[in-house]
């Protein structure tokens, strides 16, 4: 089994199994980068070589399955967001401070772009595509006259909140510690983003993601930046609907997190809660504050928890700490 390995200087040591994986800044933030370019490429490319009006299925699917894919490739390495919507609900839920939020945004962005100048250039190719930015406006958000359906400003921004509410949603509850079922996020919000996008396509190919939004945008006709105000406005108030209700239960809910979660996407959070100032500390410096506020063991003595056959402190506590939620006691 080969182990990890980081793309920045200041990764802590990898264990050999991989359990204590703590990949950098840098190394998140690249493939928060590959990731939203994949999504980019599948979101778009698919429906701009298709007829999306007549036949949406394909294209909703694809950018699904690519959701999907890009989760299991890199979701272990940055918890998987590559949308800011997500990235804000993960923030507004406690799970990453704002400076690397901050970050993801601006990686994202940086991807989304590559990616849609990719499907440009390959567009300009295509003899029988004279005007590229036409055709880029056939996949772009829109509202009003740029809307398949003719959907007014109002209602669009009312589906971009609703959708991308509920992909938050799907997303936070599917990758919580306590969630026994973390293995299967990125089927679950995979399959989440791709009904979401059967429904979003007609209404103005709402995209539930302000990095699309503005990817598509920026190569398409001058309409497309005037309007995209409303892909970044909605997603975010959705996802910050989505993050305080997520917070809400963390802090309401008690008992003690289920331990049966798998190593693939609650790997991912573990790292995103090291993101806390309290995480930085190791667990024998942990187990030895726990001995010295029970009367136990001196900060210079070794833990009891370190005796042949006691049983051993345990290990990840501010992480579960971190997933009941920053006032959960």
């Known amino acids: ?27 998140r933030l690249a493939a928060e980068a590959f990731g939203a370019l994949f999504l980019v490429v599948a979101g778009l490319g698919v429906p701009l070589f298709t007829l999306p009006q007549s036949n949406p299925l394909p294209a909703a699917l694809a950018a699904g399955l690519a959701v999907t ?27 990453i401070r704002s400076g690397h ?11 989304a772009a590559a990616g849609a100048l990719a499907l440009f250039g390959v567009l300009r190719t295509i003899p029988n595509i004279p005007d590229t930015r036409a055709a880029f406006d056939t996949v772009t958000a829109g509202f009003g006259e740029h809307s398949v359906i003719q959907a007014s400003m109002a209602g669009v921004l009312l589906a971009e909140v609703l959708g991308a509410a509920l992909l938050v949603a799907v997303f936070l509850g599917t990758t919580a510690r306590r969630n026994i079922h973390a293995a299967a996020a990125p089927f679950a919000v995979g399959l989440a983003m791709a009904v979401l996008l059967q429904f979003g396509q007609a209404v103005g190919n709402a995209p539930f993601n302000p990095a699309r ?6 190569f398409s006709n001058s309409w497309a930046l005037g309007q995209l105000w409303l892909f970044w406005v909605a997603p975010l108030v959705g996802a910050a609907i989505a993050g305080l209700v997520f917070r809400g239960f963390s ?30 500390d190791s667990d024998e410096e ?7 506020a029970a009367g136990g063991t001196s900060g210079s003595e070794k833990p009891a928890t370190d005796k042949p056959g006691s049983r051993p402190a345990p290990a990840g506590d501010d992480v579960r700490d971190f997933f009941d939620g920053p006032g959960h006691k």
Do not use: C, K, W
């Open 1 to 27: 089994m080969t182990t990890p390995v980081s793309l920045s200087t200041t990764d802590a040591e990898p264990h050999p199994d991989g359990a204590g994986f703590r990949p950098g800044l840098l190394s």
């Open 69 to 95: 894919a890009a989760m299991l490739a890199f979701a272990y390495v940055s918890g998987g967001h590559f949308n800011p919507a997500i990235t804000l609900g993960n923030l507004v839920a406690g799970r």
């Open 101 to 111: 939020a901050a970050a993801y945004v601006g990686a994202q962005l940086v991807g």
């Open 213 to 218: 939004a503005t990817a598509s945008a920026l």
């Open 251 to 280: 802090d309401t809910t008690g008992g003690t997190p289920a331990t049966g979660t798998a190593a693939g996407t609650a790997g991912s959070d573990e790292d995103l809660a090291r993101d806390f100032d309290d995480a930085a």
């Open 286 to 292: 942990a187990a030895a504050r726990r001995a010295e």
